[in-house]
């Protein structure tokens, strides 16, 4: 899948809060699952040493077009 990772570069940990689009796409991920609140929680490429050991948690929906194209492609 693809999504618009924009503004991921300082992500921590928690819940992301920062500003992306949901028609936007820059960047391939792979979704790993979801917690009981419905929040994704996302693999990145850019290593364990980024954010939760390489994931993000995106909150419900379409967040950051998390949904938008699910096809792999970039």
């Known amino acids: 899948m693809s999504v618009d990772a924009t503004n991921w570069k300082f992500y921590k940990s928690g819940i992301f809060e920062g500003d992306c689009r949901d028609d936007y796409h820059n960047h391939a991920v792979v979704a790993v699952g979801f917690d009981y609140a419905g929040n ?3 693999r990145n490429s850019w290593g364990e ?11 419900p929906g379409n967040t950051c077009a998390v949904m938008t194209r699910v096809d792999g492609a970039v």
């Open 40 to 42: 994704w929680k996302i």
């Open 49 to 59: 040493s980024w954010g939760e050991e390489g994931h993000i948690w995106l909150k």
